[in-house]
């Protein structure tokens, strides 16, 4: 994806230089060739989240000025559809198994996608004036949800590490932002997301009433996050001028996610190479003996800090209890903060897995921050780490995929924890593990429990019920998976720097290699130079002899 920012620019101007460097200098060709595969299909998402037909389809369509996207999608079967710039159209179904289905824009219209996956994206490139005018970045259109966890998870899983923010999109209609939609702005707050909002259908209201929509939803939102909306905006139908207008305030976000993804990982390989190079400079008067001494004391430092990583490991176990304490009683706090809707839900025999999935997301990304990221950060700063090995901030991504059906109340509240990954001052890319962390299913407690209380219709008897059964039964069932999942998360935590550490002792014997090669290779071009030396000395003493034969004539 082409960036017209400078570093970009630069970077494109400077990339066959470093690919000749990086070849001399015999680093490993497939590193260089991820971060330039990384810089031509790089894009930052900006998503669109909102209720069901909020109008994100119209509003594209509107800022497009092109009748692409269907506004009559049945909200069980749409996808993500990605739109970005390019200088030729192509529209493709991009399955999760990574097969690409090209599509014709009437099968688009048409929803015409096959067997249905939410897991599926459509990606567009267009040549559209208005998507080059945003320097690389691509839109997302994601389907609409109401009170369900699935779509939910897919916006923060799916795009959290991808977008630089994400644009909230409310009808002037519903004039509030819904629960369900209010759910997922709390969760991105979290994670520090900024946002925008769009207020869409203004036409359909006096400036007046809009205005109070305005007020009202960015309050709420506002109110959330802690902090004022990147930039709120009033659209109609067929006129998004103001969203357009609003769009460049991203530009700053999306060249400073660029500059983290692509910039500091080239940056990352100049600094490498001039390593490399003071290395081979400093070692003109090295042996081969001193060079060997190097490389065994280079595998005692590192035997010494697997030791180190072990018992840092162990003390993070230990202290997991805390953590897991913390965030089973958050999520009991949660539910019970809840606990009149989630009796006149099972009163009413009602999905209750979006409320419950919601507070156990937000019980284990809160718990995270608070607990267990201060921990492994207090240990990681007491490892003593080799020369060339320094640690960054720990990064923490989060990531749950939750499954549900209309039948089912529970049967995986959570799926997946993407947890944290170390980003050390090598190159090597952020990692990201998947940890299972698999909720048994309260099918049967709920429907029995429901049936029963339908059975009462005594208010009281249901909120005792949710009280001494439901809650209990739900922190009961997370607690052991939430532990397993805080092991998983330090476990990968501490993989992580092992790989990094692997990777570091990789790259320095790789230098060691290098140098001993060249003193070998300046060994043998001395040999050569003395054996040359000695036959021409030898020549020339024979030639000597052979005129000084002339000498007593």
């Keep these: ?22 070849q001399q200098y015999e680093f490993s060709a497939e590193q260089l060739k991820t971060i330039e595969e990384n810089r031509r299909t ?3 998402r900006l998503p669109l989240i909102g209720a069901f037909s909020a109008g994100k389809s119209t509003l594209i369509n509107t800022l497009l000025k092109d009748n692409l996207l269907s506004v009559a999608i049945d909200p069980e079967t749409s996808l993500p559809t990605e739109l970005r710039f390019a200088t030729q159209e192509s529209i493709v179904l991009r399955r999760k ?15 015409a996608f096959g067997e249905h996956d939410p897991q599926n994206v459509v990606d567009i490139t267009l040549p559209s004036p208005t998507l080059a005018a945003l320097d690389g970045m691509t839109l997302v259109d994601m389907p609409g949800w109401e009170s369900g966890i699935a779509q939910h998870s897919l916006a923060i899983d799916n795009y959290l590490d991808r977008s630089a923010a994400y644009a909230v999109v ?23 997301k900024p946002m925008m909002l769009v207020i869409t259908k203004c036409d359909k209201k006096t400036p007046e009433d809009v205005e ?16 004022p909306l990147l930039a709120v905006c009033r659209t109609q139908r067929k006129n998004a001028t103001e969203w357009a207008t609003a769009l460049p305030v ?17 940056q990352q390989c100049v600094r490498d190479l001039l390593g490399r190079i003071d290395q081979l400079a400093q070692s003109h008067n090295q042996t081969l003996s001193e060079i060997e001494s190097e490389r065994e004391l280079l595998s005692a430092q590192y035997q010494r800090m697997q030791a180190d990583l072990k018992h840092v490991t162990a003390r993070l176990h230990e202290q997991r209890d805390v953590a897991r304490r913390a965030i089973v009683d958050d999520f009991a706090s949660r539910l019970n903060s809840q606990l009149e809707a989630l009796t006149r839900a099972l009163l009413n025999g009602e999905d209750v897995s979006g409320t419950i999935g919601h507070a156990l997301r937000m019980s284990w990304s809160q718990g995270l921050e608070r607990y267990l990221k201060p921990v492994i950060q207090r240990e990681l700063g007491h490892l003593h780490l080799p020369d060339g090995l320094s640690m960054q901030d720990t990064h923490y991504a989060y990531g749950f995929k939750a499954s549900e059906s209309g039948s089912e109340l529970i049967t995986s509240t959570l799926a997946y924890i993407l947890p944290a990954a170390i980003n050390l001052i090598t190159r090597i890319p952020m990692g990201k593990v998947l940890a299972p962390i698999i909720i048994s299913a309260l099918e049967g407690l709920f429907q029995r429990g429901s049936q029963e209380l339908i059975q009462r219709q005594q208010q009281e008897e249901a909120r005792r019920h949710v ?12 607690e052991p998976d939430i532990a397993r999942g805080l092991s998983n998360t330090i476990d990968e935590v501490m993989q992580s720097i092992s790989r990094a550490a692997d990777e570091e002792m990789a790259k320095v014997r790789q230098t060691l290699d290098l ?5 070998k290779k300046e060994q043998a071009a001395e040999a050569e130079r003395q054996q040359t030396w000695q036959q021409d000395s030898a020549a020339l003493k024979q030639m000597l002899t052979r005129l000084q034969e002339f000498n007593h004539g």
């Excluded at 994806?1 to 990086?22: G, V």
């Excluded at 109070?212 to 902090?227: D, P, S, Y």
């Design 515 to 519: 140098k001993a090669r060249e003193l």
């Design 467 to 478: 009280i001494n059964t439901v809650i209990p039964s739900c922190c009961s069932t997370a």
């Design 170 to 192: 409310v009808s002037v209609d519903e004039g509030v932002l819904k629960e369900s939609l209010r759910k997922i702005v709390e969760e991105l707050a979290v994670h520090d």
């Design 250 to 266: 991203l530009l700053p976000l999306q060249q400073r996610f660029w500059h983290r993804a692509i910039g500091l990982p080239v």
């Design 42 to 44: 790089f894009s930052v």
């Design 212 to 227: 109070a929509v305005v007020a009202h939803v960015r309050q709420q939102i506002e109110a959330l996050t802690g902090k």
């Design 1 to 22: 994806m082409m960036l017209s920012q400078p570093e970009a620019i630069l970077i494109d101007a400077q990339l066959p230089a470093l690919r000749a460097y990086w």
């Design 97 to 111: 198994n990574g097969t690409l289905l090209p599509l014709s824009r009437e099968a688009l219209k048409a929803q």
